[in-house]
């Protein structure tokens, strides 16, 4: 999953992005100011943007009223240091999901997240099961046909991801734009890599039962289409 | 003891001066009605005398005499009826007499008031009436008359039953008190209401007050109209007060959200520091960085609550807490020393043009926070390498004028008023880059004010930014600078 943080207080987003990237295997963006963030915003489909209101340049409200004209469905969470209501009801008319006041607990941050993202692609219930794998998003505990399975950070991110999107074709493409945060060096032979290790750890044999290749197209989750 | 209310004050007092009219009225028209009942009295018994002194002059015999005096005092069983006696001052015996009224009257009538005996010739009017006979029922009104006939004096004593008359005025005086009781009785109740009715706009008037609290202070308008023209400068008084306390209420409630506002921006990063080091298990390097970079955000929570102090400081007092002798040209000397120190570093230059010995009257740690605050602004503001000048010049009039003038960009017009609000920062957001607060220039501008000067921003692209001073120069400079010697010697 990838994020984008758009914070000028340059420490709170390189915390945030710290904590995000160590509890919960996102891929994180920073960006500073407002041209910037409505700029990366725009350019890479992000799961979640953390967006504060007060930016230099471009203000968070309007960040968010472009993204949401543009058709952007990409959930935001509002960051802001002022305790006003009327705020807070005038971001979430505008089009943002959640909001979090200023000072905030990092464990919230996280969670909050983790419960829109889970909700972006339609599994409210933190465990989703696909095939005789179980994957608990918010412990990040794996089993498959109830064992439990290791996985480094960077599988992990793939597993989720693929099993997020579950009874989908999911391009290569696709993979790179939302596991690799913009800093990432990417070679497209990653993918396959990260693909085979994690078949080696859950999907051995020959026949593969859970990650299947949709040649030419990506790969699938779970039962292959008609 | 709580003082008496208005409208009990004004209640009694227009209460007691309508008791005293309607009194006063009353004693009149009952005094008026005794008159002149008592001369319709008089009137007749006048008559029946001046009948009787001429019936005595009549040379008649006793018995037609009788007869005349009879017909002339009249008969006795009419509603009034009279009774005379007719003596010489020497003689024992009554020459005449008609039957005389019952005791205690019979008395009165034989031994009448000698203060009331007339002279000779003359003539008087009197009350005969006995205390014994306290309601006047057999009170008479008597004229005693004195006539020489020949040598004698006769004294001729008609009497007439005025019960009539004290009948008529004890129905007039119950009727008085009736109606002066039931009007007293009225004035009393109504009185109250009327003053009520009269002070109604000052009821109305605290009634409003009384629903003012401090969320609707400045809700308190067009009303100044409403109200009666005497009452109208109190309540424009009024209003102007709430006006102003209302803007100062809102000025400190802006104040209050704006601090907290930002203070709450380097408790979040600390907090976030110190809870993404909790996260998991680190390095002791990490850790340190951790530590070293939380201390740095305290030290800016520190700065900025120093600042926050001093400016509520500011407002708080309203004298400068020592006005003294200032010599500016030596305070400024200094403190563009330090800077100029500090400048250097990045490569930096703070200079002082020449500036010729000058003091004004105020308070030396203010002004020296004044200066630091302008100077350290155009360094962080400044270009990078840039110079910032310092000049103090004093005019031919009573001024001193400091400009502290940096290189830096241009600060786009519209926003130049907003730069000495306080938290009023030129990008609209912290400006960490410059590590300001958005106070520094505030807290000058306070001071300034405070020392009855003016401060003035203007900026150029070409020219740069130029932060001008004016300050009232010191009345007595000569015996401070002749006891000093020059910064630039």
């Given amino acids: ?226 | 003891m709580s003082p008496m209310s208005i409208k009990l004050r004004l209640s009694l007092l227009v209460s007691l001066i309508a008791v005293a009219v309607i009194l006063t009225v009353s004693i009149v028209a009952y005094v008026e009605l005794e008159e002149s009942l008592m001369d319709n009295v008089d009137d007749v018994l006048g008559a029946m005398g001046e009948g009787v002194v001429a019936a005595l002059g009549e040379d008649e015999d006793s018995q037609n005499r009788v007869t005349a005096l009879q017909s002339i005092v009249g008969r006795k069983d009419v509603r009034d009826p009279a009774w005379y006696r007719i003596w010489t001052d020497d003689g024992d015996q009554d020459l005449f007499a008609s039957e005389l009224p019952d005791d205690p009257y019979r008395e009165l009538f034989l031994h009448p008031p000698i203060d009331k005996r007339p002279r000779e010739g003359e003539s008087s009017f009197f009350n005969l009436i006995s205390s014994r006979d306290p309601d006047k029922k057999g009170a008479c009104r008597a004229i005693w008359i004195r006539r020489f006939f020949g040598q004698e004096v006769v004294n001729v004593l008609v009497g007439r039953s005025s019960h009539y008359v004290y009948h008529e005025l004890s129905e007039f005086y119950d009727l008085l008190l009736a109606l002066g009781g039931g009007l007293t009785l009225l004035v009393f109740l109504l009185v109250p209401v009327f003053v009520s009715w009269g002070l109604n706009p000052i009821t109305q008037a605290s009634a409003r007050l009384r629903t003012i609290t401090h969320k609707s202070i400045g809700q308190q308008n067009s009303s100044g109209a409403e109200a009666p023209p005497e009452l109208r400068p109190f309540v424009g008084a009024l209003e102007g007060m709430l006006a102003r306390l209302d803007k100062a209420m809102r000025q400190q409630e802006q104040f209050v959200a704006d601090a907290a506002h930002e203070l709450r921006t380097p408790v979040t990063i600390i907090k976030s520091t110190l809870q993404t080091a909790r996260l998991k298990h680190r390095t002791s390097d990490e850790y340190e960085q951790d530590i070293d970079e939380t201390l740095e955000d305290i030290g800016h929570l520190e700065r900025l609550i120093g600042q926050l102090l001093s400016l509520a400081g500011f407002q708080a007092r309203n004298e400068p807490t020592k006005p003294t002798e200032v010599r500016l040209d030596i305070l400024l000397d200094g403190v563009v020393g330090i800077f100029d120190a500090l400048a250097a570093r990045q490569g930096g230059r703070v200079v002082l043009a020449e500036a010729t010995c000058t003091s004004v009257t105020g308070d030396e740690d203010n002004l020296r926070q004044l200066f630091n605050n302008l100077i350290d602004n155009a360094v962080r503001h400044g270009p990078a390498r840039g110079t910032v000048l310092v000049t103090l010049d004093t005019g031919p009039d009573s001024q001193v004028t400091v400009t502290v003038h940096d290189e830096g960009g241009h600060i786009p017009p519209e926003v130049l008023p907003h730069l000495f609000e306080r938290f009023y920062r030129v990008d609209s957001s912290r400006s960490k880059a410059s590590g300001g607060s958005g106070l520094g220039l505030a807290i000058a501008r306070e001071i300034v004010l405070r020392h009855d000067g003016d401060i003035t921003i203007t900026s150029d692209p070409g020219a740069g930014t130029s932060v001008v001073v004016h300050l009232p120069r010191s009345r007595c400079q000569a015996p401070a600078c002749s006891s000093r010697s020059s910064p630039n010697s």
């Fill in chain 1, 1 to 226: 999953m990838r994020v984008l943080i758009v914070e000028d207080e340059i420490r709170l987003a390189r915390n945030v992005a710290k904590a995000l990237t160590e509890i919960t295997s996102f891929a994180v963006d920073i960006s500073t100011d407002g041209e910037d963030g409505q700029h990366q915003a725009q350019s890479s489909p992000y799961d979640l943007i953390i967006l504060d209101l007060m930016l230099p340049k471009i203000g968070g409200l309007k960040i968010l009223e472009r993204l949401r004209r543009d058709g952007n469905r990409v959930p935001v969470l509002i960051l802001t240091a002022r305790n006003a209501t009327d705020e807070v009801i005038r971001a979430l008319d505008m089009g943002s999901d959640d909001y979090l006041t200023k000072p905030f607990e990092m464990g919230e941050l996280i969670a909050r997240c983790r419960a829109l993202i889970r909700r972006t692609y339609g599994h409210p219930d933190p465990v989703v099961s696909v095939g005789g794998l179980s994957l608990n998003t918010a412990s990040r505990m794996v089993t498959f046909r109830g064992q439990p399975v290791a996985l480094s950070a960077m599988e992990y991110r793939l597993l989720e991801y693929l099993v997020l999107r579950a009874g989908q074709i999911v391009t290569k493409a696709e993979i790179i734009e939302h596991l690799y945060d913009f800093g990432a060096e990417n070679f497209s032979n990653v993918v396959e890599v990260y693909v085979s290790t994690l078949r080696k750890k859950l999907d051995p044999g020959p026949q593969h039962v859970l990650i299947h290749t949709v040649r030419g197209r990506g790969y699938l989750v779970g039962e292959m289409p008609q």
